[in-house]
T-cell receptor, first 109, second 110 residues
Framework: KNEVEQSPQNLTAQEGEFITINCSYS?????LHWLQQHPGGGIVSLFM???GKKKHGRLIATINIQEKHSSLHITASHPRDSAVYIC???????????FGQGTRLTINP | SQTIHQWPATLVQPVGSPLSLECTVE??????LYWYRQAAGRGLQLLFY??????ISSEVPQNLSASRPQDRQFILSSKKLLLSDSGFYLC?????????FGQGTRLTVV
């Protein structure tokens, strides 16, 4: 079965802290996406990964194909990073994106 | 680059009224297209997907339908909205393992 699990479901931290959000998936994937959803807002695509690591500003995404695991890191977190972060996996041969439940991140000043 | 235009961003509709949400694709052809819904406090659930014009697969039974009249147009419809249809609706495209996302529509049925 194609499944995606995210952890933690909720995360609260202080401004400046290093943040890690985890995503595990059940079987082989073609690609994994990290998305950001602000309260009441739309979806913003952050990264697409099939291997290795990508960096954009203070955001870093990594994926370990053997362990079927991806992480999203935020360095020097800021209150404006508060949002729901969602991972989505495109499973090999399935032609469907399966979304994780999302991680609600709150950064306090 | 591939983009999806989805509108409207927010919508408030009375119970029993019809619904039509549309998304259009730019920058690619023959994409796979998907409609997802996110109910309050829950994750995104696949409603429909389409691999080509006129080809629609439904994942869950519901009060909604989808159509793909053109390669780059995907429409989500309902004849009579229910309160339980409230939620966040997202149109997603996929081509050669690369996915691209609409902004989403927040629907409130009152």
């Amino acid at each position: 079965k194609n499944e995606v699990e995210q952890s933690p479901q909720n995360l609260t931290a202080q401004e400046g802290e290093f943040i890690t959000i985890n995503c595990s998936y059940s079987v082989g994937i073609s690609a994994l996406h990290w998305l950001q959803q602000h309260p009441g807002g739309g979806i913003v695509s952050l990264f697409m990964l099939s291997s290795g690591k990508k960096k954009h500003g203070r955001l870093i995404a990594t994926i370990n194909i053997q362990e079927k695991h991806s992480s999203l890191h935020i360095t020097a977190s800021h209150p404006r990073d508060s949002a729901v972060y969602i991972c989505a996996a495109l499973f090999q041969g399935a032609q469907k994106l399966v979304f994780g439940q999302g991680t609600r991140l709150t950064i306090n000043p | 680059s591939q983009t999806i235009h989805q509108w409207p961003a927010t919508l408030v509709q009375p119970v029993g009224s019809p619904l039509s949400l549309e998304c259009t694709v730019e920058g690619t052809s023959n994409p796979n297209l998907y409609w997802y819904r996110q109910a309050a406090g829950r994750g995104l659930q696949l409603l429909f997907y389409s691999v080509g014009i006129g080809q629609i697969s439904s994942e869950v039974p519901q009060n909604l339908s989808a159509s793909r009249p053109q390669d780059r147009q995907f429409i989500l419809s309902s004849k009579k909205l229910l309160l339980s249809d409230s939620g966040f609706y997202l149109c997603v495209g996929e081509r050669n393992t690369e996915a691209f996302f609409g902004q989403g529509t927040r629907l409130t049925v009152v």
